[in-house]
């Protein structure tokens, strides 16, 4: 087992980020430039954040079966997180109903992480080779520049969703 702290450490980091910015937008009100500004470096972040802990983690820790179940449940959570962010997008934000939605997203949001870092990483450590985190150190960094350069707001209802 190789020493995996540096990689959770470096997305425990990400996640304080997300944390700080789910605060500062539910201190905002209504369709102001602050809640409009914050809100798209949030979605940037988590959607960048997202693609590139799938291709650096999730992708390594489905190769290893103890922790495939735990793979495939983090995986889908990013899809649904994923869709919350495109109906908020798609909600106008001086509506009192979006607040309710952001806060919705706010709780599951914060349930994934934590999960993430008081369970998954923790299992996950006791997989890992020093070939894994050197891979993951590398695509991780690469990867999250260029996801969350390209990332954007993708404004769609969750009910006009696909699944």
Known sequence: MADSKEIFDRLKQDHDKHRELL?????T??????????FEELTKELKGHA??????L???????????????????????LDEALNDLA?????????????????????????EEEDEH??????HLTEEDMEHMRTVFERRKKEEKAEAEITP????????
Do not use: C, N
């Open 23 to 27: 605060d500062k937008i539910l201190q």
């Open 29 to 38: 009100s209504g369709e102001t430039d602050e809640r409009k500004t914050l």
């Open 51 to 56: 693609a590139a802990e799938e291709q650096a």
């Open 58 to 80: 999730y992708s390594t820790m489905l190769r290893k079966p103890p922790t495939t179940d735990e793979t495939r449940h983090s995986v889908a959570e990013h899809h649904e």
């Open 90 to 114: 798609a909600t106008d934000m001086s509506e009192g109903g979006w607040l309710t939605k952001f806060k919705t997203f706010d709780h599951d949001y914060r349930h994934h992480i934590e």
């Open 121 to 126: 990483f923790p299992d996950f450590a006791k």
């Open 156 to 163: 769609e209802k969750k009910e006009d969703a696909k699944e």
